[in-house]
């Protein structure tokens, strides 16, 4: 039976939502609905192509924009969840916590100090992937952030949005996974955990008390 050690969280769609502050964004920008759903298309919740997407904005405004401008505007629209930081750092005292996400260094830090995630998270437990040099599903970067704990791979269990770069991705590591789909549903998860959970595998121990599911398929989720 695995016990806990670590956990580790994915940024965008994870610690907050990122298409909700997207689409507040698009939503300021006085275009039609017809070219908002384009650009959010384009945008594919932050996976899609930034040049192209960059481009299809200078059209539609007359104006160019690059990932600097895009992030000093995206920031203004997100928001961290009420009660995030508590379930946090109820669980920062009994295990190791860290958040593993890709993308631009600068990028993902200015959206943490914005959100004030770094008070949560130090900075020698931000693992970025321009930083650390290998990006999600490449289990170089699991590997990488494993080490820095001082943890087992099987001691570590991953929150994230996506299934093929985070929850197939992590699993494939040797770490337990579970997916959410939004801060809210992130919520609902550590603190089915409950002030008694010990850190026993609540993936593999399917019946124990606050166990958390490999899937979502049937679960009701608050987003």
Same mark, same amino acid.
């Given at each position: 039976?695995?016990?806990?050690?670590?956990?580790?969280?994915?940024?965008?769609?994870?610690?907050?939502?990122?298409?909700?502050?997207?689409?507040?964004?698009?939503?300021?920008?006085?275009?039609?609905?017809?070219?908002?759903?384009?650009?959010?298309? /384009?945008?594919?919740?932050?996976?899609?192509?930034? /040049?192209?997407?960059?481009?299809?904005?200078?059209?539609?405004?007359?104006?160019?924009?690059?990932?600097?401008?895009?992030?000093?505007?995206?920031?203004?629209?997100?928001? /961290?969840?009420?009660?995030?930081?508590?379930?946090?750092?109820?669980?920062?005292?009994?295990?190791?916590?860290?958040?593993?996400?890709?993308?631009?260094?600068?990028?993902?830090?200015?959206?943490?100090?914005?959100?004030?995630?770094?008070?949560?998270?130090?900075?020698?437990?931000?693992?970025?992937?321009?930083?650390?040099?290998?990006?999600?599903?490449?289990?170089?970067?699991?590997?990488?952030?494993?080490?820095?704990?001082?943890?087992?791979?099987?001691?570590?269990?991953?929150?994230?949005?996506?299934?093929?770069?985070?929850?197939?991705?992590?699993?494939?590591?040797?770490?337990?996974?579970?997916?959410?789909?939004?801060?809210?549903?992130?919520?609902?998860?550590?603190?089915?955990?409950?002030?008694?959970?010990?850190?026993?595998?609540?993936?593999?121990?399917?019946?124990?008390?606050?166990? /958390?599911?490999?899937?979502?398929?049937?679960?009701?989720?608050?987003?």
């Amino acid at each position: 039976m695995n016990h806990i050690r670590a956990m580790v969280f994915d940024l965008d769609q994870t610690l907050f939502d990122r298409q909700l502050a997207f689409d507040r964004w698009t939503d300021s920008l006085n275009v039609s609905h017809r070219d908002r759903t384009r650009l959010r298309t /384009l945008d594919q919740n932050g996976s899609g192509d930034r /040049l192209e997407l960059f481009a299809e904005y200078g059209s539609m405004k007359g104006e160019t924009i690059d990932q600097r401008g895009f992030v000093r505007a995206l920031v203004q629209f997100i928001e /961290l969840h009420r009660g995030l930081v508590a379930s946090l750092q109820r669980l920062r005292e009994r295990f190791h916590l860290a958040v593993l996400t890709n993308g631009g260094t600068e990028t993902q830090h200015a959206k943490l100090r914005f959100l004030a995630l770094d008070q949560v998270f130090s900075a020698d437990r931000i693992f970025v992937s321009q930083q650390i040099g290998f990006s999600k599903p490449d289990r170089r970067a699991f590997d990488r952030v494993a080490a820095a704990l001082d943890t087992p791979a099987h001691q570590c269990l991953y929150f994230g949005d996506r299934v093929d770069t985070d929850i197939t991705a992590a699993r494939k590591a040797g770490w337990m996974a579970c997916h959410v789909r939004c801060p809210a549903d992130l919520i609902v998860q550590v603190n089915s955990l409950g002030p008694n959970f010990d850190g026993v595998d609540p993936i593999k121990d399917s019946n124990a008390e606050g166990s /958390l599911s490999r899937s979502t398929e049937g679960v009701a989720h608050p987003c």
